[in-house]
C-alpha cells in the first residue's frame, strides 16, 4: 500500500522505554470535589495506575466507597478524613491533590504529603508557580526543603494556570532569537461549559448584579495570572517591574445570546473578561487576556509572540479545561516520578506528554 | 492607568535566576558553513555568550579569522581544522555543532568532542532521535556511554527536526487524556525562501526532470521524518509496527506560480512534497505531511490530535526554518549545560525557552 523505503526493527530503541515492569503505580486522590472526582474516574480507566487511597474532609463522603462516590461499583478504597493516616496506611507512588487554589490553604497538606516522603502533583493554581509573590516563594522555599529532605517531589500543574498561559508560551518562544511581547489568550464560548461555570462568571445578571458580586467576592477572576506571568518571565529571565491585575469585568454584547440554560438578553451581562500584564520598563511585555461569556464568536487559545521569528498560534476550539486539567495531572505522573526531589514547576521538568500505555512504561 | 490589585517586589523569587554570574558561555562553533554562519552571527549578537573557537575542514577558510569570514570585524579567533586541539587550547562550556546530516558522518566528530568532556549541542538530524533506526540506536549507546564516562551532555536540535514536527506535538498531546491519531503538516510556500533551498526542491523542473534528480540523488527528501515519528511514538509509549517513509513527489500546480528567481509555468514542477507515516495495527496513527514549493496558498505549521479532547492547533505563517533552527540551537545551551551527563534528546530534557538575557542567568 504504501511505497516503503525504510522499515525498522524496534528491538532496540529508547532503552527507557524497554524496562516494562508490571506494577502498577499506586495513587492517593487527596480531595474527591468537583475536579477530583473528574480526576479520579479518569485514573480509574488508565492502564498501570490504580487509586490505593482517597482523602476528603467532606462529611457527606467521608466513610463511603471512592466507587460508589464516582458512580461505579466498589473499589475497596474507603474515603478518610485522616490522610496521614491512609497515606502510611497504602505507601503510594504519587499523591493526586486537587484541594484549594491558595498556599495558604493547602501549605498544611503539602507538608503532611511530603512529610511521608510521598510525591505529590497538585491543581492548587497558586502552587503552579509560587514565586509570583513573596508569600509564595517563602512558602516554596519550605516546601522545597522538605521536599529534598524527604526525597519526594512536589509539582503544581494544570490546563491554566499551568500549561495554556505559561508552559506552552514559554516552549514556543524556545524557536525564537529574541523576543520583544508575548501576548495569550483563552477566549471561552461559556455556553459549551457546565452550568455552575456559567454562573460562576455572571451570565444572565445585569451589570450593576454582576458588579456586586464582583465586590462580595461571589465573583472571583480566574486564578492563577499572576502565576503565568511570573513563570513566563522568569524562563526568559525578564525581571519585571510589576504585574499588574485588571479587576474581572463583565461582557455585555449588543444582541440576545442564550445556553441551553441561560438566556443573555442584549445589555445583559453574558460573562467576565479579565487581562492581567507583566510590566517592564513602563511597557506589559506579557499580556494574558482571558474571556469566558455565552456567545463568544469563537472559543480558542492564542500564543502571540512579537519577536524573531515571530510566532501566531492558535489552538482552535479552544482546549476544553476540565479534559485538560485532569488529562496534564495524570500524565506528570511519570515525569514527577523520575524527577530529582524537590518543589518542581512545569519549567524545569521535561515536556509533557500523553501516557495513553500503561504507566510504568513511562517511568525510568 | 492600570487599576493595581497586586504589585509585588521581585526580590525574592525563583533562586535560580537570582545567581547572577558575570562570565560568558564559552562556545566552539564546529562547522562554519551556511547554518553554521547563521549560528555563529546570533551567538555574536547574544548577551553572556562568546565564541572562543571555530572549527572547519574549508580550505576557503581554515586559517581565516571568523569574524571576517562572517563579514564583521576580526573577533580573533582563527578557524581551524584541528578539533582537538581547538577544544582543548579553548576550553569551551560547549560545541555548537552544525556539520552534516547523518550520524555515519558526524559519529566520529561527537566522539571527538564529548572525549574533552565539553557538552555539545549539533543540528545533525539523526541525532535528534537517533533512536529510529537500529544503527542509529547503537551509535546513541555509544555516545550515551562515553558522555556519561567523561561527563558531558550531548543533545540533537533543531526546527524540524527537534521542535515542529515532534517536540510540539509531543508537547500538546500533555493536555489529552486520549490519542488515537496525530498529523502534523508543515507547509511552506518556497517564494519566501532563500533561492539555494528553491532550487533544493526542484521548482521550475519539468516533472520528468524532478523524478530524475530524485533518482540521482541530487534533489533529496526532508531528513529528520523517521526521526520525528519515533520521538513522538517513544514519548506516548506507541509501540510501532514500522515507519513508513512515501518518496518525494512533485508538486504540479493547474496555474503559473512563480518566486523571485524561478518562475514555474502550468504543469511544471512547483517543489515538493513528502509524507510518513508511523504505522500500529495497520493504521498510520502519526503521520508526518511535509509540503514546500512556490506558490503554496499558505504557509504553516499544523497538530492535530484526534483525542480527549481533540487538538487542532496551528502556526500561521510557519515557523522560519532558518532562524528557528538557529535560535533553538543557542537556546538549549544552559539546558545541555544543566543536565546531567549523557546523551539526551528535546523529550529528555525541560521545555525550551527564549534566552534573551545574559546566558549565565539561565545556567544552575
Known sequence: MFPI???????????????????????????????????????LTKKGVE?????????????????????????????????????????PDVVLHTTMSYLRQTYGQFVQILGHGVNCISTCEELSYPYATEEGAEYAAKLDALAKEKGATLLGTGINPGFLMDTLPITLTGVCTEVDRIYVTRQMDAATRRIPFQKKIGAGLTVEEFRRKIENHEIT?????????????????????????????????????????????????????????????GEAVITLDFRAYIGAPEEYDSVVI???????????????????????????????????????????????????????????
Chains 1, 2 share one sequence.
Open 5 to 43: 523505503r525504510y522499515r525498522a526493527s524496534f528491538k532496540t530503541g529508547d532503552p527507557h522505554n524497554n524496562r516494562f515492569k508490571l506494577e502498577k503505580v499506586k495513587v492517593v486522590s487527596y480531595g474527591i470535589g468537583v475536579i477530583g472526582r473528574r480526576l479520579a474516574n479518569h485514573i
Open 51 to 91: 487509586i490505593v487511597g482517597a482523602v476528603d474532609i467532606n462529611p457527606e463522603i467521608v466513610g463511603k466507597d471512592l466507587g460508589e462516590v464516582l458512580g461505579w461499583e466498589r473499589l475497596g478504597v474507603v474515603i478518610s478524613d485522616d490522610a496521614d493516616r491512609m497515606i502510611s496506611e497504602t505507601g
Open 221 to 281: 477572576g480566574h486564578v492563577g495570572l499572576e502565576q503565568s506571568i511570573k513563570m513566563i518571565a522568569d524562563a526568559l529571565g525578564w525581571e519585571l517591574d510589576e504585574i499588574r491585575v485588571d479587576p474581572v469585568e463583565p461582557v455585555v454584547l449588543d444582541r440576545d445570546v442564550a445556553s441551553d440554560a441561560i438566556k443573555v438578553s442584549k445589555g445583559y451581562n453574558a460573562g467576565s473578561k479579565q487581562k492581567a500584564y507583566g510590566v517592564r520598563g
Open 306 to 364: 512579537d519577536g524573531v521569528p515571530p510566532i501566531n498560534q492558535r489552538i482552535s476550539p479552544c482546549v476544553h479545561g476540565d479534559y485538560g486539567t485532569i488529562a496534564i495531572t495524570a500524565n506528570m505522573i511519570p515525569h514527577v516520578i523520575n524527577a530529582e526531589p524537590g518543589f518542581k514547576t512545569m519549567k524545569d521538568l521535561p515536556v509533557p506528554h500523553a501516557t495513553p500505555e500503561h504507566m510504568r512504561r513511562y517511568v525510568k
